[in-house]
């Protein structure tokens, strides 16, 4: 069974970054495809970024582009997402999430962690 453990969400000023850090028990990311969802109050779970069990392909959703960064350690334990030029709008609680089938739903989901970004 996998288990995902979000951290580094805190309240940060606008325009300042965090690094938020999902660590994994289980299983390792190179059997996994992972991504960053986040959810805000009264709107749906969007899905932020991604990034393939190869290490080498990403995604990021047009509102983050160019600001956020998903990477993963070299033991492939953990996963980061590194959130730069925050505003407002991102706040939201972030969830880190894996599945093992690259066209499959999310199989493995963290409890979340907050970010708050004030103006």
């Known amino acids: 069974q996998v288990q995902l453990v979000e951290s580094g969400g805190g309240l940060v000023q606008a325009g300042g970054s965090l690094r938020l850090s999902c660590a994994a028990s289980?299983?390792?990311?190179?059997?996994?495809?992972m991504g960053w969802f986040r959810q805000a109050p009264g709107k749906e779970r969007e899905l932020v970024a991604t990034?393939?069990?190869?290490?080498?392909?990403?995604y990021y959703a047009d509102s983050v582009k160019g600001r956020f960064t998903i990477s993963t350690d070299n033991a492939g334990i953990t996963v980061y997402l590194q959130m730069n030029s925050l505003n407002p709008e991102d706040t939201a609680v972030y969830y880190c999430a894996g599945k093992i089938g690259s066209l499959s739903t999310w199989d493995y989901w963290g409890q979340g962690t907050q970010v708050t970004v004030s103006s």
């Open positions: 289980g299983r390792t990311f190179s059997s996994l495809d």
């Open positions: 990034l393939r069990r190869s290490g080498r392909n990403t």
